[in-house]
């Protein structure tokens, strides 16, 4: 069992950074699949970057590409999503996911809501125009 605990989200303006941390909790991470993802206000929750247990592939969305960059450091349980040239279309609850899976599956696999185990409660980001 993995708790996540998200935080570092706020209100900023456009073109502005922010770092999101998502603490783990109860197992080290090393062995896990770290992921964000965000849902805007009526919209459907979507995948922003992955990074897998392997530390061999990092995935990013289109939309955020050259934006953001996810890390993690195991020792910490922590994993990071820096985000940088912020639009107020980033504007959404960031939430943090983690997958026990250890056999590589692709990019569709990681990219998807449903292959993620655990979730964090989330972190708004606000981003002003």
């Known amino acids: 069992q993995v708790h996540l605990v998200e935080s570092g989200g706020g209100l900023e303006q456009a073109g502005g950074s922010l770092r999101l941390s998502c603490e783990a909790s109860?197992?080290?991470?090393?062995?896990?699949?770290m992921a964000w993802f965000r849902q805007a206000p009526g919209k459907e929750r979507e995948f922003v970057a992955a990074?897998?247990?392997?530390?061999?592939?990092?995935y990013y969305a289109d939309s955020v590409k050259g934006r953001f960059i996810i890390s993690r450091d195991n020792a910490k349980s922590t994993v990071y999503l820096q985000m940088n040239s912020l639009k107020p279309e980033d504007t959404a609850v960031y939430y943090c996911?983690?997958?026990?899976?250890?056999?590589?599956?692709?990019?569709?696999?990681?990219?998807?809501?449903?292959?993620?185990?655990?979730w964090g409660q989330g972190t708004q980001v606000t981003v002003s125009s």
């Open positions: 996911a983690a997958d026990s899976s250890r056999v590589w599956r692709g990019r569709a696999y990681y990219t998807a809501l449903g292959s993620y185990d655990y």
């Open positions: 109860g197992r080290t991470i090393s062995t896990y699949t």
């Open positions: 990074f897998t247990w392997s530390g061999s592939n990092i």
